[in-house]
């Protein structure tokens, strides 16, 4: 459930790229204190170079749905194996 929640912080923080919101906004201040630490890893490894388009959040949702794929579902079937 935490991973679908910041799968959809990260969405919404790309969705308010667009359209250049304030800020100073409460919101939009808690938006970039939670997806910057791991999107400005990603940036490092993989900069823009003059295309103008940031990757980071499609491959933070990516890693997302990776986990929540692979990961979740191995350590549910582990889990259901042990009762």
């Keep these: 459930m935490a ?6 912080i990260v969405i919404i923080r790309a969705l308010l790229s667009w359209v250049n919101p304030d800020p100073y906004n409460p919101i939009v201040q808690f938006l970039h204190r939670v ?9 490092r490894l993989i900069p823009m170079s003059g295309m103008g388009i940031d ?5 933070v ?18 889990a259901m194996q042990m009762q």
Excluded: A, C, E, K
């Design 35 to 43: 997806t910057d630490p791991l999107m400005d890893q990603i940036r």
């Design 61 to 78: 949702i990516m890693g997302i749905i990776f986990l929540r794929t692979f990961l979740v579902q191995s350590l549910s079937q582990i």
């Design 55 to 59: 990757f980071s959040p499609i491959i």
């Design 3 to 8: 991973l679908t929640l910041y799968m959809w």
